[in-house]
């Protein structure tokens, strides 16, 4: 009998489900989209509801196409989007929809809290800046603006641990997605219940830590109706969407790095001892004893999205990759800052803007198209000189997502940040690196090590282009000082 793993990755945009045998090779995909709500400036919503059911259709049309025996499949992981709020009543029922990563309503509370307990006390606690992406100020929104919310809370949960509970029952906090929690000890890796009081945070809303690849249930009956799974599938924790696409790109040792191509962009370098930075985001690994110094930004590979939605309707990412290589190197002259919904590390200010600069009448779309995926370079080689700032230098990068398809953006990325850039299966890193989590908490794997040996094998390699060191060098000068000098405007 085959034993195949299931990895569940639950974006901002879908949902994507994969099943993989043991040496990484994809047995059968399924996805399924759902929509984010912006009902006020600063919002971004979601009904977790909405990432159950667009999990479940995809599973059991997965299933039902591939023909798979759900029997044969040994364990599941889950990953999912970052610093959720998901708010659960004793029952289990959710009590409103969950802000999301990109949500920034609760930009106040964070300046009244940094005013009265600090921003150092909080940073030399989690490692972490104040930002309103993270979860904690959204706890403390609901706590001002919606008590009887608050009242009713049970426990806080995150999008992964959210379907976990729900495919299990068991009620957990992966130690990945504790970093957005200013009451969360980066060091140790628990929760202190100083900080939980200083912040007016119950610790009873504060699920139990768990290792990512920890077992913490099987599926119920009722799951495995609802998904076409076989009840008593053996299910662990999972982790943060970032830390499994990271894992799933072969990255288990320190030093090495993974290049964010999903909806938001960014890196992740592998770092075996505390090093945070205000300037940068700090998370466990999904692998034990490590840490990812991460640079996160709001506009990766959905800023393309936008640009597709908005003025490129009729043409595919594929043609507007096309369109982008035949545009000269440097757009042209036009530079897009790709602040879409504010900007995370290194600058975080949650009403930074997006900007193209340079328009004239000779701008083509090719250039607008290619000056989008310069800007995203830009931000990209931002955060790693700030990474390398705080000591933590990357070398080649492993590259995941949609935009790691394709070959002008990889292209543009490693001629703009001077770094190869390796690409394994780009689509499937993010459920691949959950299904490894499963695959090492069922006893498939032996160690995190064989895990990536045998399942990650690089596709494409990109080496820099020294002829475009010069116009990258200069374009990257402007994109340096467009944002201070708009700053003030932004506001």
Same mark, same amino acid.
């Given at each position: 009998?085959?034993?195949?793993?299931?990895?569940?990755?639950?974006?901002?945009?879908?949902?994507?489900?994969?099943?993989?045998?043991?040496?990484?090779?994809?047995?059968?995909?399924?996805?399924?989209?759902?929509?984010?709500?912006?009902?006020? @400036?600063?919002?971004?919503?979601?009904?977790? $509801?909405?990432?159950?059911?667009?999990?479940?259709?995809?599973?059991?049309?997965?299933?039902?196409?591939?023909?798979?025996?759900?029997?044969?499949?040994?364990?599941?992981?889950?990953?999912?989007?970052?610093?959720?709020?998901?708010?659960?009543?004793?029952?289990?029922?959710? *009590?409103?929809?969950?802000?999301?990563?990109?949500?920034? %309503?609760?930009?106040?509370?964070? %300046?009244?809290?940094?005013?009265?307990?600090?921003?150092? /006390?909080?940073?030399?606690?989690?490692?972490?800046?104040?930002?309103?992406?993270?979860?904690?100020?959204?706890?403390?929104? !609901?706590?001002?603006?919606?008590?009887?919310?608050?009242?009713?809370?049970? /426990?806080?949960?995150?999008?992964?641990?959210?379907?976990?509970?729900?495919?299990?029952?068991?009620?957990?906090?992966?130690?990945?997605?504790? !970093?957005?929690?200013?009451?969360?000890?980066? %060091?140790?890796?628990?929760?202190?219940?100083?900080?939980?009081?200083?912040?007016?945070?119950?610790? /009873?809303? *504060?699920?139990?830590?768990?290792?990512?690849?920890?077992?913490?249930?099987?599926?119920?009956?009722?799951?495995?109706?609802?998904?076409?799974?076989?009840?008593?599938?053996?299910?662990?924790?999972?982790?943060?969407?970032?830390?499994?696409?990271?894992?799933?790109?072969?990255?288990?040792?320190?030093?090495?790095?993974?290049?964010?191509?999903?909806?938001? =962009?960014?890196?992740?370098?592998?770092?075996?001892?505390? $090093?945070?930075?205000?300037?940068?985001?700090?998370?466990?690994? +999904?692998?034990?004893?490590?840490?990812?110094?991460?640079?996160?930004?709001?506009?990766?590979? =959905?800023?393309?999205?936008?640009?597709?939605?908005?003025?490129?309707?009729?043409?595919?990412?594929?043609?507007?990759?096309?369109?982008?290589?035949?545009?000269?190197?440097?757009? =042209?002259?036009?530079?897009?800052?790709?602040?879409?919904?504010?900007?995370?590390?290194?600058?975080?200010?949650? @009403?930074?803007?997006?900007?193209?600069?340079?328009?004239?009448?000779?701008?083509?779309?090719?250039?607008?198209?290619?000056?989008?995926?310069?800007?995203?370079?830009?931000?990209?080689?931002?955060?790693?000189?700030?990474?390398?700032?705080?000591?933590? @230098?990357?070398?080649?990068?492993?590259?995941?997502?949609?935009? $790691?398809?394709? %070959?002008?953006?990889?292209?543009?990325?490693?001629?703009?940040?001077?770094?190869?850039?390796?690409?394994?299966?780009?689509?499937?890193?993010?459920?691949?690196?959950?299904?490894?989590?499963?695959?090492?908490?069922?006893? +498939? !794997?032996?160690?995190?090590?064989?895990?990536?040996?045998?399942?990650?094998?690089?596709? /494409?390699?990109?080496?820099?282009?020294?002829?475009? @060191?010069?116009? !990258?060098?200069?374009?990257?000068?402007?994109?340096?000082?467009?944002?201070?000098?708009?700053?003030? *405007?932004?506001?």
């Amino acid at each position: 009998m085959s034993t195949y793993l299931l990895g569940v990755d639950i974006g901002t945009s879908s949902c994507k489900t994969a099943i993989f045998d043991p040496d990484g090779k994809v047995i059968a995909q399924g996805g399924s989209e759902y929509p984010v709500s912006y009902p006020e @400036k600063g919002w971004a919503e979601q009904d977790p $509801a909405d990432w159950w059911n667009g999990i479940c259709r995809a599973v059991r049309e997965m299933i039902g196409e591939s023909g798979i025996n759900p029997a044969d499949i040994a364990g599941i992981g889950i990953d999912g989007q970052s610093w959720s709020a998901i708010a659960l009543d004793r029952n289990g029922n959710v *009590l409103c929809p969950t802000p999301i990563w990109t949500d920034t %309503r609760s930009e106040a509370i964070c %300046r009244e809290t940094a005013e009265r307990l600090g921003e150092e /006390k909080l940073f030399g606690l989690y490692g972490n800046p104040v930002s309103p992406c993270y979860t904690w100020p959204k706890i403390l929104w !609901y706590r001002k603006n919606r008590p009887e919310v608050f009242e009713k809370t049970e /426990k806080i949960l995150q999008s992964n641990s959210y379907i976990a509970y729900r495919m299990t029952g068991e009620i957990t906090q992966d130690l990945s997605q504790g !970093y957005g929690l200013a009451c969360f000890d980066m %060091r140790k890796g628990c929760w202190d219940d100083d900080a939980c009081e200083a912040l007016g945070i119950p610790r /009873k809303l *504060l699920p139990e830590i768990v290792n990512c690849h920890q077992v913490i249930g099987r599926l119920t009956k009722e799951a495995a109706e609802q998904t076409g799974l076989k009840e008593g599938t053996p299910v662990v924790a999972g982790g943060l969407d970032a830390a499994c696409g990271t894992l799933g790109a072969g990255v288990v040792s320190p030093g090495q790095t993974q290049e964010q191509g999903g909806q938001a =962009g960014g890196m992740s370098i592998c770092i075996d001892q505390y $090093a945070a930075d205000p300037r940068l985001i700090l998370s466990f690994h +999904v692998v034990p004893g490590q840490w990812l110094l991460q640079g996160g930004t709001t506009g990766g590979g =959905g800023a393309l999205k936008w640009l597709r939605e908005t003025m490129c309707p009729e043409l595919s990412f594929a043609e507007m990759s096309e369109l982008a290589e035949q545009a000269p190197a440097g757009s =042209g002259g036009v530079t897009f800052l790709p602040y879409m919904a504010g900007e995370r590390s290194p600058i975080w200010n949650p @009403k930074a803007c997006g900007v193209f600069f340079g328009l004239n009448f000779g701008v083509t779309r090719g250039q607008m198209i290619r000056a989008c995926m310069e800007g995203v370079a830009y931000a990209l080689r931002h955060n790693l000189e700030t990474a390398e700032a705080a000591g933590a @230098k990357a070398g080649i990068l492993r590259a995941m997502g949609g935009s $790691a398809n394709s %070959r002008v953006w990889t292209q543009i990325k490693a001629d703009v940040t001077g770094c190869g850039i390796e690409v394994p299966a780009s689509d499937t890193a993010t459920t691949l690196g959950a299904a490894i989590l499963a695959g090492v908490g069922t006893g +498939v !794997y032996q160690s995190f090590e064989e895990a990536a040996e045998r399942t990650v094998s690089v596709k /494409k390699t990109y080496t820099p282009n020294a002829e475009m @060191k010069a116009v !990258y060098d200069s374009g990257y000068e402007i994109y340096r000082k467009l944002y201070p000098a708009l700053e003030e *405007l932004m506001q």
